[in-house]
Nanobody, 120 residues
Framework: VQLQASGGGLVHTGGSLRLSCSASGNIFSINDMGWYRQAPGKQRELVATITTGGTTNYADSVKGRFTISRDNAKNTVYLQMNSLTPEDTAVYYC???????????????WGQGTEVTVSS
């Protein structure tokens, strides 16, 4: 199983970016998907999660600015980020809770990270 993230880049304060993360490989089913981020010198923190049914959860710092969504047919999760500030600068990591086959256990898989830089 592989998760491939994309969409990061450099943007000015107030700008927007859309991150994507697609899962591929041996996938029987995907439960929760989501995004974490790690800023320089800080611990990795939760940004947003989404269940198979579409229930979402957000960190307080991004509520009202970020929107997580998923396309179950494409095994893809998205993160629309609006009104970005320099405090959003970080490497963003996607994850997915995946059952690789009918009888296997659910494991968490991580993408390689995509860098988001917001300039003031």
């Amino acid at each position: 199983v592989q998760l491939q993230a994309s969409g990061g880049g450099l943007v000015h304060t107030g700008g927007s970016l859309r991150l994507s993360c697609s899962a591929s490989g041996n996938i029987f089913s995907i439960n929760d998907m989501g995004w974490y981020r790690q800023a320089p010198g800080k611990q990795r923190e939760l940004v947003a999660t989404i269940t198979t049914g579409g229930t979402t959860n957000y960190a307080d710092s991004v509520k009202g600015r970020f929107t997580i969504s998923r396309d179950n047919a494409k095994n893809t999760v998205y993160l629309q980020m609006n009104s970005l500030t320099p405090e959003d600068t970080a490497v963003y990591y996607c994850y997915a809770a995946i059952k690789p086959d009918r009888f296997g256990n659910i494991s968490h898989y991580w993408g390689q990270g995509t860098e988001v830089t917001v300039s003031s």
